[in-house]
């Protein structure tokens, strides 16, 4: 089975890097026991489950960002202002459109409803969230990716909006704040089914003829590139599954609402790479693993059996794939996954040392006998 070229490099990344990795996943861990050692479940503002682990967040992190230098710096503020100014400009279309959207900020746990643009050009924390403007709330089945360049983010939207607005099972779309990062994916639309997301592409084609300096080249990895497009994809919706371990061919994992598509890949290439770094079974070699690093001193020493685990890693981010029915070859698509519902609740912070002993305290009594006074 050939292995998409985009994920071959995720994969050979995530090796290269796996002590630092491991290192984080350790410092959010919340204690858990082996089988789930990396991985801590907290819930968000809408009551619904996520990870948190500073290891999956570095692999996403990789996944999502472009890494290109840019040629020409540009003062966070005044890119933040001009997005805003730009936005503005369209706004009194976009209040028009039928059904009016929902406004949102995506928040650390959950959705912030906006009223007014006017609330948004107030806050100070805008760097990097999403702006969600919501049609209606229903299942889909496809995300469409836009990358849209920062000098002309805000003035693209609004006119894609328009355009898109009237299509029938366009869900929502949702656009980022500049200065998060050199993403690849500033715009994002989700769309019920295949023949929305084909109308849908349409309508971006017509406009990017029009504008092509306003789009970026790039696009996250993993998701599937539209021929004749510059920077437009589109990659299928993650189950409503937030995938914890595997057993037995099958997953264990918690209901969730919509997840990110990388993030989720992030999670499946971690889960991979604890359970190749923390297998059930070791030889006695592996056994050596050096907890505080997340290296094995002796497979660092003996090229043979680092490149025995390097072969295992990738063999188990194949299975983990599977399992949560994404092809390798195909890392976009998503299949129906069969799962299991893990048992465990959220974990809170690790418990405190055990209260002392009062002073002059009788030990307690041994389990199987009893003590009698000698004389009543």
Not at 185 to 191: F, L, Q, S
Not at 301 to 317: G, M
Not at 342 to 357: V, Y
């Amino acid at each position: 089975m050939t292995i998409h070229p985009e994920l071959t490099a995720l994969v050979n990344w995530t090796w290269a890097n796996k002590d630092t990795i491991m290192q984080h996943a350790q410092g959010s861990s919340g204690g858990r026991p082996k089988g789930l050692t990396h991985m801590r479940l907290e819930r968000d503002g809408e009551n619904q489950l996520y990870t948190h682990n500073r290891g999956i967040d570095m692999i996403y992190d990789h996944y999502a960002f472009t890494r290109k230098k840019r040629k020409v710096k540009v003062e966070e503020s005044k890119a933040i202002e001009n997005f805003l100014t730009q936005l503005e400009a369209r706004y009194s279309e976009i209040k028009r459109l039928a059904p009016a959207p929902t406004i949102a900020l995506q928040a650390a746990k959950g959705l912030d409803i906006i009223n007014s643009l006017a609330d948004l050009k107030a806050r100070s924390d805008l760097k990097g969230r999403f702006i969600h403007f919501i049609k209606e709330d229903r299942s889909v089945t496809d995300r469409i990716y836009v990358n849209l360049r920062n000098k002309h983010r805000g003035q693209a939207f609004g006119r894609i909006l328009k355009r898109i607005w009237d299509v029938e099972g366009m869900s929502s779309a949702k656009i980022e704040v500049p200065g998060g990062g050199p993403r690849a994916d500033a715009m994002v639309i989700y769309c019920r089914n295949e023949k929305t997301t084909e109308e849908v592409v349409g309508k971006i084609r017509g406009y990017q003829a029009k504008h092509p300096d306003f789009f970026g080249g790039s696009l996250p990895k993993l998701v599937k590139h539209f021929d004749g497009l510059k920077g437009v994809g589109y990659g299928k919706e993650p189950p409503r599954m937030l995938p914890i371990r595997t057993r037995s061919g099958r997953f264990l994992g918690k209901a969730t609402n919509q997840q990110s598509f990388g993030r989720y890949r992030a999670t499946l290439i971690f889960i991979a790479l604890e359970q190749t770094e923390f297998p059930q079974t070791v030889d006695p070699l592996r056994m050596r693993m050096n907890f505080s690093k997340h290296a094995d001193p002796v497979a660092a020493r003996t090229n043979r059996i680092n490149h025995s685990a390097r072969n295992e890693f990738e063999r188990n981010v194949k299975i983990v794939f599977e399992r949560a029915g994404i092809s390798v070859e195909d890392p976009y698509k998503q299949e129906e996954v069969k799962w299991d519902k893990e048992k465990d609740e959220p974990m809170g912070p690790p418990p405190g040392p055990p209260p002392a002993k009062p002073a002059g305290a009788a030990a307690p009594a041994k389990k199987g006998w009893s003590w009698k006074p000698r004389f009543l």
